[in-house]
């Protein structure tokens, strides 16, 4: 028994342990979301909330369960590097409208980084947690970056974009609906520029032109948004 509360105790069998069940519960949520899709359902909702569920359930401190899962974070590195191929795949489409695009981009960092900096002077919010919220709309490597350049809290900001992921699709669905969006490319930017990664896989629900504008402006708006904070970091 010793030898067993030894071994389990150790950082290899926690870190396989956790791992294992934060990527089985993520392929169970998203299992059930493909079959069901209630917006509370999606994978970035519902797995969280059922992680925090088992490690409160079980008193593990958080820490504990970020250093057990902390190589899932490196992947980040890898991920925000493969996002190249997009871009590269999309030459054509980037070349033929790159004015619209940049507009788009421009416009919609601006509107994300305004409302957010109104959000938080409204609920009183500031500081580092206010500088933690400013990415909020940006996919996740990029916004962990960007955070820590201003000055925020990369795990804090994981959690806002987690939210905006969560919300943003749902409002973004009821949005493209309602206004009078008549090309696949102004909804796909609408998805795409203010819900990144899941505004992305709701515009690919939409049709493979709007999933594909979603897709491309999600990246460059990452690219755009870590270039800007390079810079408000030499100006700071």
Known sequence: MNLLNQFWNSTPAQACAWSLATIGLYLVVKRIYRRWRRWWQTPLALTPALLSVLIFGLHIPYREYYHATSWLVVLIGPATVAFAAPIYENRALIRRHWPILCVGMIAGSGVAILTSWAFATLLGIDGVLRLSLLPRSISMPFAMDVSRDIGGVADVTSVFV???????????????????????????????????????????????????????????????????????????
Request: aromatic letters at 6%; charged letters at 10%.
């Open 162 to 236: 987690a939210a905006t992921g969560v919300l943003g699709p749902v409002l973004g669905e009821f949005m493209a609906a309602r206004l009078p969006l008549r090309s696949a490319m102004s909804r796909g930017a609408m998805l795409g520029v203010a819900a990144h990664a899941a505004g992305t896989a709701k515009a690919h629900e939409l049709g493979s032109e709007e999933g594909s504008i979603a897709g491309l402006l999600m990246i460059l708006v990452g690219m755009l948004n870590v270039f800007g904070a390079a810079i408000f970091t030499w100006l700071r």
